[in-house]
C-alpha cells in the first residue's frame, strides 16, 4: 500500500511539473582521478599538474521541473554535451542524468531567486582532436550546485558548479586515470 502511495503521488507531482529545453555553456578544468576513487586532482592545491586539460563547453538540456508551492521543488533531465580542450587537443562528448532539489529564497511576481543542488551520472567519450576512433569511455558521478532565476513564469536562468565525486573507466587502454572535470556554466531554460 505504500508503494502505490508513494507511485500515486510522484505520478500527481508530474503530472503539473513544466518540461523544459535549454542550452548551458562555460568552462571546463578537466582535472583527473584514480578509477573507482574519490581522489580527484582538482581538490589537490599542492600538486601544479592537476588540471589536465582546460577549455569550453557547451551541453543541451531537456527535463522538467515541479514545485510543492512557490518555494519547494525539484528537476530532473538529461544533458547532451560537449567539450573543446584549449590545451593538449582533447575533446569530448557526453550525455548524462541529473536530479536537482530547488529553493526559492525570494518570489516577487513572475521573479524568483533560490539555489539548487543535486547529483548526476552518465557517460563521457574523451578524444583527441582528429582522432576519434581511439578515445577513452568513462562513467563520471559528480555534485551539482548553484543560483536559479525565475524570470517571466517561462524562463529559468542558472549559474552552476559541477564537482567530481568519482568516476569508473569504462573502455580505453591509456592509463588507469579517470577524467574528473570541474565545471563553471551559466545556462538558460525555457519551460513550457
Not at 9 to 36: E, L, R, Y
Request: glycine share 16%; hydrophobic share 40%.
Amino acid at each position: 500500500m505504500k508503494k502505490f502511495l508513494a507511485l500515486a503521488v510522484i505520478c500527481c507531482a508530474m503530472a503539473q511539473a513544466k518540461m523544459f529545453v535549454g542550452v548551458d555553456g562555460g568552462f571546463t578544468f578537466d582535472g583527473s582521478a584514480s578509477n573507482g576513487k574519490t581522489n580527484a586532482s582538482i581538490y589537490n592545491s599542492n600538486y601544479d599538474g592537476r588540471f589536465d586539460s582546460h577549455g569550453w563547453d557547451v551541453d543541451i538540456v531537456f527535463g522538467a521541473e515541479s514545485f510543492a508551492g512557490d518555494y519547494f521543488g525539484a528537476r530532473a533531465f538529461l544533458d547532451l554535451g560537449y567539450f573543446n580542450g584549449l590545451n593538449h587537443n582533447r575533446n569530448s562528448i557526453d550525455i548524462t542524468g541529473n536530479a536537482d532539489v530547488m529553493i526559492n529564497f525570494l518570489k516577487s511576481g513572475s521573479f524568483t531567486w533560490g539555489v539548487f543542488g543535486g547529483l548526476g551520472i552518465g557517460y563521457k567519450y574523451s578524444f583527441a582532436y582528429g582522432n576519434f576512433d581511439n578515445g577513452q569511455g568513462y562513467a563520471p558521478f559528480f555534485g551539482r550546485t548553484g543560483m536559479s532565476f525565475g524570470i517571466g513564469g517561462n524562463s529559468r536562468i542558472d549559474l552552476t558548479v559541477r564537482l567530481p565525486i568519482m568516476g569508473w573507466k569504462v573502455h580505453g587502454n591509456n592509463g588507469s586515470g579517470v577524467s574528473a572535470p570541474l565545471d563553471f556554466q551559466v545556462g538558460y531554460k525555457f519551460l513550457f
